[in-house]
């Protein structure tokens, strides 16, 4: 049995086991903190039946007129509740919640040009690449930097859907050109 319901601040001390994937972004603590302050309806997780966490999206709205959005920063699974249909529960819930109450125009993510995985999952989800943003991984001394993708879904108030466009695997950005 699986629950959905606000993070908490405690579950951070539950969150290793989700996060312990090479494709999870960890964050220092402060950040998961901000996230709750400021979008506390946004930053929810998956439960089972003893209590444990066993997935979670971390999302927040930004951006002025035609570009109000919501945004994925973190969504992972744990590898043994995978699929089952959590993170489509879980995006399903930011979707609802970035149309009525917050009428965005569209959601947004970031995901690595190598992650297939999320790529195909996100583009059976409605999404489709927008821009590809050279380098916004790895910045670092010593990291290997990847490309991302910005995949958008135009929510119910694009109704000409603006927030998307073809062939956006071929349109480049530079990491300073996209809110971060
Ligand atoms: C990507 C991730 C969140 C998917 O979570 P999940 O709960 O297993 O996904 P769901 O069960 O909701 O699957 C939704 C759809 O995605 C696709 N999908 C998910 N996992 C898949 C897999 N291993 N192989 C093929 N398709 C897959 C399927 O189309 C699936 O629908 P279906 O089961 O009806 O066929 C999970 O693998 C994960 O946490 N990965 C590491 C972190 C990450 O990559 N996050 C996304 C980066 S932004």
Redesign the pocket.
Known sequence: MTSLRPFHAPDLFKVNPVNL?V??ENYNIAFYLTYLAQWPTLFFSTVNADGNLT?YMMGKTEGDGKEWHGH?TC???AAE????????TLVDNLERRSDDPAHAFFID?F?RTS?R??I??YK?FGYSVYRRVVGYYGADPGEESEDAFDMRKPLSRDVNRQSVRENGENFKVSPDEVYL
């Open positions: 994937d494709l999870t997935g994925v969504l992972s699974v509740y995978r699929r089952i249909g959590l993170a489509r993510l995901v992650n995985l999320a195909d999952m059976g």
